[in-house]
């Protein structure tokens, strides 16, 4: 019988696009069974969040470094920033008749597989309960109530002020348009979602771990999943749980099972609205989501390395502006650069360091290095650069790349190292689906995860390893638009071909997901409307 890490790795092997084939999926857009981007369990009653009327007035840094920021109340109010600032709509784009809403996260293809759930042990101005976040409204859909016995359970294994958050995937959303490579995006999706909790978590003076010892039937009976009947092909596949907890205080990384079996007890209400008319089943995606689901363990983190950040520009903008401004470029100006201490200040915030957003969640030990592709960057030579995130990861890659690579570290506080100077702005916009944003930016990236070991023993890592670019993703995101440049999530690349580049002869290691970063022109024919205006006129808290 196979097993669940040799099915993974067809998984993985299937879904790569090469030169001359990409990942099997449909061949065209279906518009008429397009998914439905917006959940809604009908007939559950709906707690209406306020929207912000003021941001939060922290620093860039405050996304990373929360020692600064004042501790918030758990309330419907401080909730509802908490969402906002992290799943909420960041504005409606129009373009002629049609009009679609943009998030603060992004999503491969704007499909938006990511949904958000609360388990909230109750305050004076929200119920205690299990809920859905519905972005569009800005509400809570409340799927359970919490006797008073779990309420009192659940606070006291979490602490005072503090809550869970589940986040689940919808993989027809993904497949509708990507067919079988879905999967992949949705994890990533999924990535980008933790970091963006965890940095609108920190402008709270919160903090997000991983509830990493949980195992998937448990999230799904916190969530109600196991009695909740899905329409086909829209159901929710649990990807993790976490805490939500003051900063300055612990949170647990697994639930007593008695407090599961407890959950299990509620009866769930709302339905499930089913998302298109027509669905397909991609067999080879529920194979992985199988083959991947994580079960009980103990949950330990990983101690991360104390690194202090490095001394790089000020942002101009404030934490909350470079979330509400983040958006994905669709072209990048050519030769248009940053300078090399900018650069280094946005590389330096992907480096997981310990009491610092977001790889601090704790899902599980970094095992993702940057393979970059630098273009224009003032006081640095275009070339091929490698940025080790991971504690082996210089021993594990120069073990396995190409002997001719140099590795000559150029700063003394980064570690990053040349590997050959050139121009590689072709190659990047080649191994990056032929996209010009590859090669137009400041940078491309591609993230490499030291893969075949990790997965072989562990296959619920496979994931994990997503979620981890996907959050690194994030911080790129961020970053660049703190730096006033903008950057872009790349999905669409040629794996193996990649791995080529680098001299890579087997499955050791793998490019999980690509970024370009530049000096974006923008699309003038698109117009802008803000995130709320439909619900103008509602409450404003
Ligand atoms: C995992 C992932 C993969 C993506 N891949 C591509 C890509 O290959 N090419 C591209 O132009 N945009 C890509 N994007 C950008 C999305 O199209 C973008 O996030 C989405 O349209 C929403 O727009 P926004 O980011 O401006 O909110 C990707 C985004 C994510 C999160």
Redesign the pocket.
Known sequence: METAAQTIFQYHEATKHHFRRYARSAGFLDWRNQPDPFRVYAGASRCRLPLLSKDPPSAHRALYQRSETPIRTASAAAVGAFFELSMGL?AWKTAGENRWS??MN?????LHPTEAHLIWPGTDDLPPGVFHYHPFYHVLEQRMALPEALQGALRAALGEGAFLIGLTSIFWRESWKYGERAFR?CL??AG?ALAAMSFSAALLGWRVTALNGLSDASVEAVLGFDRTVWPEGGEEAPELLCAVHPADAAAPRGLDPEMIAAFAELPVAGDPNPLSGRTVDWEIIDAAAKATRRPETDGIAAPLPDRPFLDAPPSAFSAAAVIRKR??A?AYRAGAGIAREVFFGILDKTLPRRGAAPFDLGAAPPSVDLLLFVHQVQGLSPGLYYLVRTVDGLTRMKGLAAGDLRWSSVDEQLPLFLLKTGDFRNTAQTLS?H?D?AGDGVCAVGMIANFEPVVASDPSRYRRLFWES?MI?QVLYLEAEAAGIRG?????YFDDPVHALLGLADDHCQSL?HFTMGVPVEDRRLGTLPPYGHLAGDLQG
């Open positions: 960041s943009l998030r992004p999503s491969s293809g704007n995006y990533l999706d980008h958006r994905s669709t689906c996209q944003i996907g993703g872009t999530g790349i999905g669409c997901y």
